[in-house]
């Protein structure tokens, strides 16, 4: 090292860092150059968070070097170590690709049970069922994780009263987003508003299921709650065929013709070795809010009859309410409140619990 060179770097040990050191010791000087009475040379800081705090470092090193006998101009650039840390992108998967080679049913990572909610017919309640059970197992302390795999009419967001888009910082897995304390993923949160179509077609729809639920960071959870589209699909096909599941909750009302449909969802899963973990009935009895008259619009006892017929666990009844409606509109549901409906969501949970399942 030259004279001078060594003059400079021994002026600039006398500037002392904030958080200890000084700019020779914590070699932050690069690129020092003399040419003639001119000296310029780069102050690089190992953030730029920290870089933005030592103009007063560079102002001090640049004095201290002009005063140098030999020294004309001197020209100190203060910079950081590569770029400024990236914001958190948008996800960058591409959701609704064709679905990947898989050899048979796997389990999703770090999470315990996978539970199906299916029905046969549409309308019955299935999302409303996954909502509020998915609420109920998280306010008595399970680790719930709620994919709505209604892919083509996605209804989760609404329910769950949330938009928010999934991060991916890693470009690679999806963060769930959280709802009244349960991690939650739909192709709903994809779209850019609720009201855009999702236009599939079968495969696309496979694809996106398999993503949802290996590529979303899930771990860890005591059970991860599905919502699945009405009927007996390729959804319902491909969740039996690439992911191992715990088993499948039927819903229906007690009409003979959702009944008749919830047969066939029964039916489907037997074909596929999904265990029928249990049916409910929903939409049971109408309480009169005003004068407390108990009316069955839709019939009574038909699922815990069939629940019979099969030999499957009948796991009860909800009742046909307003509030639970009006909560689901409003995106909290019911089960996170007090009541009847609430109760009853809370027993259901309970059983789950207790049978080890969730
Ligand atoms: N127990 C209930 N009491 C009152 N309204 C209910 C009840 N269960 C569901 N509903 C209402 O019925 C409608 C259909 O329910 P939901 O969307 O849960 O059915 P689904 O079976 O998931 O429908 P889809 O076939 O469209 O997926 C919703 O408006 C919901 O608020």
Known sequence: MSDMREKIMGTLSTVALPDGGDLASRDMVRALSVD????????????PEQAAGMEAQRRAAETAVAALDGVERVSVILTAHGPAKAAPQPPNLKIGGHPKPQAGPLPVPGVANIIAIASGKGGVGKSTLSSNLAVALARQGRK????????????????????????????????????????????????KSDREAVVWRGPMLMGALQQ???????????????????????????????????????????????????????????????????????MSTYVCPNCGHEAHLFGHGGVRDEAAELGAPFLGEIPLSLDVRLAGDSGTPAAAGAGPVAEAYATLARDLVARGIA
């Open 36 to 47: 003639g009475g001119a000296v310029s040379f780069v102050i690089e800081a190992p953030t």
């Open 212 to 282: 949802l639920m290996f590529q979303v960071d899930w771990a860890p959870l005591d059970v991860l709650i599905i919502d699945l589209p009405p009927g007996t699909g390729d959804v319902q096909l491909t969740l039996a065929q690439k992911s191992q599941l715990t088993g499948a909750i039927i819903v229906s009302t007690p009409q003979d013709v959702a009944l008749l449909d919830a047969r066939k969802a029964i039916d489907m899963f037997d074909k596929v070795k999904v265990p029928i973990l249990g049916l409910v009935e929903n």
């Open 144 to 191: 719930v994780g709620l994919l709505d795999a209604d892919i083509l009419g996605p209804s989760q967001p609404r329910m769950m009263g949330t938009n928010q888009r999934p991060s991916s910082p890693d470009g690679e897995l999806l963060i769930p987003v959280e709802a009244h304390g349960v991690k939650m993923m739909s192709i709903g949160l994809m779209l």
